[in-house]
């Protein structure tokens, strides 16, 4: 008789149980969902940041290769400098943080591209020359990787226009 005495409350101890565990389980699985959702908004601001700094880099050392240069070491000081104030150091050192290896590299080479063209506009190539059609070329194809690469990393689709 003393058996079945137990049997009711094992029950109910049981139930408590399983609905305790249930709600531990939805609860994790609702923080993990938002902490990807923060995690990814994270990125996209870094990745925004990233490519609008170099946006403008580029559009800085143009204006500068474009403008005229006592000597060739001004030319170089002030191509030079014109990157240095977009703020692209620091998005890249943000991108290098938080992006995952494929978007790193990405942005990398993107970067690196925009270099190649900044130390070729400092050493004297002209804008819109023969020399710098393909330095522009080849930034412009790391430009479309990398946003290709963040926009799969983001969950948004291809653009298909690049």
Known sequence: MRHMDWMPLLSTLTGAVIGITATLLADRRRWQREEARHAREVRREVYTEFVSALKAAGEEIRAVALGDH?????????????????????????LWLVGPPQVVAAGNEAFHRLRTLRDAYARGVAVGSAEAAPLIAQRRAAMARMRHLMRADLGIGPLGIE
């Open 70 to 94: 006592l000597s060739e070491s001004a030319r170089d000081a002030a191509v030079r400098e014109a990157v240095r104030g977009t703020g692209i150091y620091t998005a890249s050192e943000r």
